[in-house]
Every structure is written in C-alpha cells, then in structure tokens.
C-alpha cells in the first residue's frame, strides 16, 4: 500500500527483537516476541486504499486541509516519530502538516489522524492570517508534487511515503443567475442570464401548494486561468415583516432554500455548498431552489441594505464574507390565537365546580376554519363547552381581525392534588396547527432554595496545611407551594474531575433519589416544609478551583428543575511524579539488579517540605515474575533467573496524600549469564 523509502533496508527478522528491549539473538524467532511488533497504515482522505492526497485546485488566496488517518494494526504500540517525518522535494514551503499528539504512542488497534494543509502562495499568509491586501499576481501557478515522508517504529523499518498534490488556482468568482419572474414550479433555461436582481414569490394563499423558484449559482474561470472551488459555507434566509416591521428566519415564515431536488438545504461550515469547475469546461454551475409557502398572513422582504434577504456567505475575495439576493412574498393566511393563552384555576377547594373561559380569535388575513377542540389527556376535573351548539360538528368560521369568534367554556371540579391537562384546537392556520392552550388547576408545589444560585466553600482562615479538611456548607429546600413537594433527583453535572470531591447528604450514590416530600405549609398539620441538605466539599485531586452544577428535579410544575452552583476553593497537595533509575550495568540472568526512585519529584505544597511516603514495586510484563526486595522502598532490587525484556513499573504517594498520575514504568533488557 506505501512505497518505500528509497534510502532504508529490509531489517532482517532477529533485529525486530530490539523493538521490545530484548537482546538480538541470532536465528531467533519466538513467536511470543514477533506478536508484540508495531505496525502503521496510513489512509489519505482522497486516496483511502492508496498513497496520494490530492488537494485539486486550490486558491492562492485560500487553503485547504486534509487528513491522513493513521491505524495502529500490529500488537504492541505504534510511535512516529515527529522528528524524522519531514515534507521532501518541491515546493515544501506550501504545504504543512500536523501530527496528532496521541501518534506519539497510539495503541494497538487505535485510530488517528496526521492533518496536511496546502497554501498554494505562503507568501500571502502571516502566520493563520490572511495578509491584507493579499493578491494573485505574484503567486506561482505550476501544480505542486511534494512527498511526505512519515518515520515510524513499524516492524518492517520503513519510512512511508504519502504523495501530495496540489494546483495553484486563481479565486473564485460567484454569480447568482435566475429569471425576475418565473411561474412556480417552472425549470427555467437559466443559460442566457446574467444576473439575479431579487426573487419575487406571488401571494400564496393558506391552501396553496408551495411555490419553487429556480436559480443558479455559477463559478466562471476567472481570466481563462485554472480557478478553485466556490465555497458556500452558509445560507441563511431573513425577511422584514413590512407592516410589523420585524424580523423574522426565513423558515418561520415560509421561505426556505432546496436542492435541485427538492431537498431542504441546511448549509454550514462542516456542510458546505461546493461549486467546482469540471475539466475542460469554462465554468462550474449548481442548480436550487427557493422556495415559499404561507405559514404565517403578511408581506415580506429580504433586502441587501438592510442585511436581509437569501444570504449566501462564500470564499470570493469580492463578495466575501456575504452575498445576498433580494426576495419578497406575500401570504394571505389566516392566524389563530387563544384570549388569554392559558388557564390557571388556582387552588379550588374540594367540591367546587369553577369556570373560566378562552376566546378564539383570527390575526390573519384570511378566513380561519376552526375544526376542532378538546381536552389533550381527557383530564375528567375539565369539562369543555362551547357557545356554538353547532361546533365541533360543523366547523367554525372566524373572520379575519375577529377577535372572539368561539368563545371555549372550561368548567373545573378538582379531583384532589393537582390537575394538568392542555385544549387541542385544530384549524387551517398552517403555522400553528394544533393550537395549545394550558390548563391547570389544584394545590401546586412550589420549590425555593437558599442560597438560590450558588453554594459558595471558602478556604478557612486561617488557613490550614494542605490537604485542606473536608468542608460542609447547608443548602435549605424549602416549599412555598400549595400542595406537596417531592424531591424526585438530585445530580451533578459540568466538571467530571470535579463530581467525586462532591457528596450529598442521604445520597449514597449520584445521582440519587433523596426521597424528601415537604409538606404545604397551609396545609393542616404540616410540620416538615423545609430541609436542610448538607453538602460536603473535599477535594481528592490537585485542583484550585472546583465548580458544576447541582441540578435539583421536583414536582414543581413551574420550575421541575432547579440549577445551584457549587464553587469550592482549595489550596491542593500536587501529584508527586515517580522516577526509576537503573543502578546496574550489567544485567544478567542470576545476577542481582537494583534499582531505585531516589529522583522522583515529591510534588505537594508551593511551600515545599513535602516527601514521598510511599512507593509501589511491579511488574507490566516480562518471561517471569519478578520479586522485588523490598517492595515497597525507595531502593529495592530483584533477581532474573530468564533472559529477556522486563518492564518494571513504579507508583508513589507522598505525605499530603496525593498519589502520582499513572505509573511511571521502565524496560529493562536482560542477558543470558
């Protein structure tokens, strides 16, 4: 699949031995050592089974980046080296490349990228900026073909070898092309336009189908010359609303942008519109479709001196970063609304009937034709009546501007504790269909904490030495409801190293179910409407700063979840970092080898005095298992009776507390006696 380098040699099979450590033994072929042999493949984006990426044309004034992914196929991990890897041959300069940090040690079976950008001209770039005034004139124009030379520890020794290519390009250019008036629906023959000057949609009614209207976006060589690809990286559609003078998205409204096919476009960054230029041909071309629909009564305008309109953000260096085409339309659609928008009964007492009522009225331009309405769940407390005996049977007509065309009666019976439910009304309004309008009644809970936003943990003062004590700060739950509060889930969210220096009271585990149910405070006989939780705050890493998220749940219909910020300070005891020294030079099998941890860094406190108390002896792997004596001193040896590779690992503690990150491990290669 990769080439070789022309400069390396086949290893021969004894000399992979070195790869693990061990002794290069003449003839020796232990399967158990060949299984642990790193290997890499490498798969550039454009040319996955092969050895080429290949940028195409790219503009002088632009770049473009690729990848390479990297697969660790052998047994034991696979290590590029960053140092010896290096672009080769041509024109260098124009390409860079960025190699993932985790390639300095990508484990078997894993997955990573090497990240290659091509700068067709370098010298219109400062640093990841674009120079100003930056131009074409000066730039080369012949195709680039450099090598990228990828050294790694694969078993076979060799340098891979990935081709890049790439050609200079002049910059795109962008034309918008459409007929000013086109029937709906119609496929133009858009060949002999010049230019888009607005989109005009006829008024479209609530019954009407939606309207598509044609247009091109076009990339024509600039100057006969090879010209990059035209990049769309977004498109957004915004329109004023001329009598209400608001703004509104495009897709609220009805106005929404379509492939050729029709099929709804949402372009962004990481889904870009690419108009690129075939071969042999003088210009690139990609057909869509706007398109509009009456969702909402009203006429509207998109218009480029008011930074409205089909807004198409591109690479041209003329039109960067925006340019729009002007459209407008209008919709004769009626628009439904409830007066008021929901009903709240309140707390009724038990065995009282209370009405309230919502009228239906039309804000459109056209007639609304209300179909139907009921209660959402069936909800027996709520009884629905109308002041039309003919409807739901025969449906209602509500003129445009009528303000109360069917007036809803609900009649409420509480059933005891707290009735939700909503009213379902259907129309023609294509925008809002159904209609919802809340209804709620009974006793409700109403959840209040304190301190309300954030449970601050101070350092003490004075301030002890570190590790600093466990501190324990209240947060009060508290009902000022109407009818029982139930805590259904407390957890915390926002800092994963920071959730485990957090606990909660009556929470074993998080998130938890703390099974606290506050009484109403008017209620008869209440005498537990409030809790004091206790949260304790002790950190067990070498953080300063500690802050997430205690997310409360409840039975609170108005707020079922409440955030409060834990903010804790602490002056940490730092991870101490091990270090392993070999004392013996000679390492043979039946012969004593020691070594010893004397240079490990204790880490702790910035004021220092801090040592290690601690030190853990073992063994990652090796032909044997080893004894360490001691195992647990800061000097301890151990005596092979194998030949072979041993990697002896080490872990430290020191006397603030605080363990270091990981084990250090080192390879020790021992030879026959």
């Not at 033994?25 to 550039?44: K, N, V």
């Not at 629905?384 to 009528?402: V, W």
């Not at 294509?430 to 601050?456: F, W």
Request: charged fraction near 20%; aromatic fraction near 6%; include cysteine.
């Amino acid at each position: 699949m990769h080439p070789r380098s022309s400069t390396s040699t086949h290893r021969p099979h004894f000399l992979a031995l070195t790869l693990l450590g061990a002794l290069s033994f003449t003839g020796c072929s232990c399967e158990e050592e060949e299984a642990f042999l790193p290997f890499g493949t490498y798969q550039p984006e454009t040319d996955p089974s092969g050895t080429t990426l290949n940028f195409g044309a790219v503009s002088v004034l632009s770049e473009k980046r690729l990848i390479i992914t990297v697969l660790s196929g052998g047994r034991a991990a696979l290590v590029v080296d960053a140092a010896a890897t290096s672009l080769q041959n041509g024109r260098t300069e124009a390409f860079s490349y960025n190699l993932s940090p985790d390639l300095s040690s990508l484990g078997p079976g894993g997955t990573s990228t090497i990240s290659v950008t091509y700068r067709p001209c370098p010298a219109n770039w400062d640093g990841n900026f674009l120079r100003a005034g930056a131009s074409a004139d000066s730039c080369p124009t012949a195709p680039d073909n450099v090598d990228l030379v990828i050294v790694d520890n694969s078993a076979d020794g060799e340098a891979r070898i990935i081709k890049l290519f790439g050609e200079p390009a002049q910059p795109p250019q962008l034309e918008v092309i459409c007929l000013p008036s086109q029937e709906c629906g119609a496929n133009p023959d858009l060949s002999a336009q010049t230019g888009c000057p607005r989109i005009t949609f006829r008024e479209r009614g609530a019954d009407d189908p939606p309207c598509d209207f044609s247009l091109e976006l076009r990339n024509p060589k600039r100057g006969g010359l090879t010209t990059g690809d035209l990049v769309i990286e977004k498109a957004e559609i915004i329109v004023r609303h001329l009598d209400e003078r608001t703004l509104f998205p495009g897709a609220q409204v009805g106005f929404t942008l379509h492939d050729e096919s029709g099929n709804l476009l949402d372009v962004t960054p990481e889904r870009p519109l690419v108009v690129s230029i075939p071969p042999g041909a003088n210009q690139g071309a990609l057909k869509l479709i706007a398109r509009f629909q009456a969702l909402r009564a009203g006429t509207y305008r998109g218009d480029a001196s008011e930074g409205t309109g089909l807004r198409l953000f591109n690479n041209v260096p003329e039109k960067a970063p925006v340019s729009t085409v002007n459209l407008s339309g209008s919709a004769a659609t009626p628009s439904i609304a409830a007066r008021p928008p929901s009903i709240d009964f309140g707390a009724v007492p038990q065995g009282q009937t209370v009405t309230q009522e919502t009228c239906i009225a039309n804000f459109g331009n056209a007639p609304l034709t209300v179909t139907d309405a009921r209660v959402k769940a069936n909800t027996p407390a709520f009884v629905m009546r109308f002041d039309d005996a003919s409807f739901p049977a025969a449906p209602k007509s509500i003129s445009p501007g009528e303000t109360c065309g069917l007036r809803i009666f609900v009649d409420y019976t509480p059933t005891g504790g707290q009735d939700l439910d909503a009213i379902t009304i259907g129309s023609n309004d294509r925008g809002n269909n159904p209609l919802e309008v809340s209804i709620r009644g009974g006793a409700i809970p109403k959840l209040v904490l304190d301190p309300a936003d954030q449970v601050v943990f101070a350092i003490p003062n004075p301030t002890p030495p570190p590790p600093l004590p466990p501190r324990t700060e209240p947060l009060i739950i508290r009902n000022e409801g109407t009818a029982t509060l139930e805590i259904n889930e407390i957890r915390l969210e926002g800092g994963e190293t920071s959730i485990d220096d957090f606990s909660i009271e009556g929470c074993a585990t998080l998130p938890c179910a703390p099974a606290i149910s506050l009484c109403a405070p008017s209620a008869p006989g209440c005498t537990t409407s409030e809790r004091s939780l206790g949260i304790t705050y002790a950190n067990n890493d070498a953080s300063q700063v500690d802050q997430l998220n205690m997310i409360v749940t409840s039975n609170d219909p108005a707020s079922p979840q409440r955030i409060v910020i834990l903010y804790a300070a602490d002056v940490p005891c730092l991870y101490p970092s091990a270090v392993i020294t070999v004392e013996t030079a000679d390492k043979r099998v039946g012969q004593e080898i020691c070594i010893n941890a004397n240079s490990s860094d204790a880490g702790g406190t910035a004021g220092g005095g801090t040592t290690i108390d601690l030190y853990e002896w073992g063994q990652t792997f090796g032909p044997e298992a080893i004894t360490f004596n001691p195992p647990d001193g800061a000097r301890t040896c151990f005596t092979p009776t194998q030949a072979g590779a041993f990697r002896v690992s080490l872990r430290v503690r020191n006397s603030c507390g605080a363990f270091s990150q990981g084990a250090r491990t080192e390879l020790i290669n021992v030879a026959p006696n």
